[in-house]
């Protein structure tokens, strides 16, 4: 039985035994790779954490001619006023139109967690119906529809039938896991249960056996890239530009994808992750259900990750001479402009902070620039990271403190102290952290920016370049700003508050 036979998805604490907690040093974590299952569970003292609306909403406003329709308390979502940049910028990229994202909640409130939300839920569907015919309705759920027991699937097939636009249940209850990643499999669960069947074809009167073959020649060299909502289309042109070089056909998914040719997305060769804690679980189901072979093995963030990513396309499609012959000529150009920064970088200290799979990919680019890593913080682990985790501590590489944490900024914080990097890599409240300690920041991503294959190494080190040539902003705000941490705080273990499973605190 597949998971996506059941209405939600499982949590990854239970499907992965995904984790949030670890302090130690990255060769620690090696040491005990081989499942995710670490002796540690929770911390004694936490700042906060992510719910998985966040992720889970910024991909689903991404789908175009649809409502998102928060079934929660009126805060939940919220975040979708703050997303709203990426997805006009989004519309804009791809389509040239600037279009907001479309987002309504049913507000719940007191009476409704007493007397059912469903009837809110029933008239707040049929009113975004009414209103914009949108080709779907994504009713989000959060915690209170959960803890409630209102039956969102069943308000959904109830309504179907009354309403043009297809109806997408997503389950992102917030109380039911701490790994917010757990939001990339509510989503694709969604995805997969109802938007994967193909529209009837229309046959043509005389059969076209040219346009057949054509068809067939073209399906058969159709890769489909799975992108993430933290890359902006400049990182999926640089993607396209090499798979085509490779004479490849390429189809994005799911992000800024129309919910009518979301099907595509089964009509293709092979499926390759751009982020493999992203995608596994979406890429099983298509493997299992439409036989389409998947990768999910590297981040293409880096020049050795974005060689071995294109090997790994060429290899299934026997295209290794090709992919060799433009890897060498993309890295000799390549090294050849990053000379001048690479001076500039060289014996640098940098600190990187970010979802895990981007925080490894990066680490390991900044390496290939010249910086030294000083730490690494991690928002969880799973079993994804294990294989990039081993390209930065093979052949004896040092050792540094590594972090795993759903946010805590106070155990950053006191790592940034000790660690003293000249630069830092990270998003969210970090950046703000860094940059009262005076230290040069730059954004782990924007979607705005280049930060993917050949041409992000390029740009991103551009950018460092920059901002080492001239850090004084930071400086000058260190030096008028406090942080709200006393100095006991920076003495002490920063990872002190966490408790290890049967043990002491
Ligand atoms: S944790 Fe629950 S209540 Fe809070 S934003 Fe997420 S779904 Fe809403």
Redesign the pocket.
């Given at each position: 039985m597949s998971y996506f036979d059941g209405k939600v998805p499982p949590i990854r604490e239970d499907r992965l035994k995904a984790c949030i907690t670890y302090g130690g040093t990255i060769c620690g974590l090696k040491k005990k790779a081989g499942g995710c299952c670490f002796n540690d569970g929770e911390r004694g003292f936490t700042q906060g954490s992510i719910?998985?609306?966040l992720p889970g909403i910024a991909i689903l406003n991404s789908i175009p001619d649809s409502v998102v329709l928060l079934h929660?308390?009126i805060?939940?979502?919220s975040c979708a006023h703050s997303q709203n940049a990426n997805v006009r910028s989004g519309n804009v990229q791809r389509g040239g139109k600037v279009k907001d994202a479309l987002w309504m909640s049913t507000a719940l409130n007191e009476n409704d967690v007493i007397n059912g939300g469903e009837t809110k839920l029933e008239e707040a569907i049929r009113e975004a119906d009414r209103r914009y015919r949108p080709a779907s309705i994504i009713v989000v759920a959060?915690?209170?529809p959960g803890i409630i027991g209102d039956d969102v699937d069943g308000v959904a097939a109830k309504l179907q039938p009354q309403v043009n636009a297809k109806i997408l249940p997503v389950h992102?209850?917030?109380?039911k896991t701490k790994i917010w990643a757990t939001a990339y499999d509510a989503v694709y669960h969604a995805l997969g249960r109802n938007l994967l069947e193909e529209p009837e074809e229309i046959l043509p009167i005389i059969p076209d056996e040219i346009a057949d073959l054509k068809e067939k020649y073209y399906l058969e060299r159709t890769v489909n890239i799975m992108n993430v909502s933290s890359m902006g289309r400049v990182d999926e042109l640089e993607l396209d530009r090499l798979l085509r070089s490779l004479g490849l056909e390429v189809n994005f998914f799911p992000n800024f994808v129309h919910p009518e040719d979301i099907y595509k997305v089964t009509r293709a060769a092979l499926s390759i992750s751009t982020c493999p804690t992203h995608d596994d679980y979406f890429l099983k189901y298509l493997e299992e259900k439409f036989g389409i072979p998947y990768i999910a093995r590297h981040m293409p963030i880096g020049i050795n990750n974005t060689s071995s990513w294109i090997r790994d396309v060429a290899a299934f499609f026997g295209l290794e001479q090709q992919a060799e012959e433009l890897i060498a000529n993309e890295v000799a150009e390549l090294e050849e402009a990053l000379g001048e920064f690479k001076k500039v970088f060289q014996g640098k200290k940098v600190y990187v902070s970010a979802g895990e799979m981007r925080a490894l990919a990066n680490s390991s680019l900044l390496t290939e620039l010249g910086f030294e890593v000083m730490g690494i913080r991690a928002f969880h682990h799973d079993e994804f990271a294990e294989v990039e985790y081993e390209k930065l501590t093979e052949g004896g590489a040092k050792d540094y403190p590594l972090n795993i944490a759903n946010a805590q900024p106070f155990e950053e914080v006191n790592l940034l102290k000790r660690t003293k990097p000249d630069l830092f890599i990270g998003h969210w409240h970090s950046n703000t952290t860094a940059a009262k300690l005076g230290i040069a920041c730059h954004v782990a991503y924007n979607t705005g920016l280049s930060y993917i294959g050949y041409q992000g190494v390029y740009e991103m080190a551009r950018r460092l370049y920059r901002y080492l040539k001239n850090p004084a902003f930071n400086k000058k705000i260190s030096k008028n700003i406090r942080l709200p941490y006393t100095e006991k705080w920076y003495e002490s273990d920063p990872f002190k508050y966490i408790k290890t499973l049967g043990g002491e605190e």
């Open positions: 719910c998985l609306l929660g308390a805060g939940c979502g959060g915690c209170v992102c209850e917030g109380f």
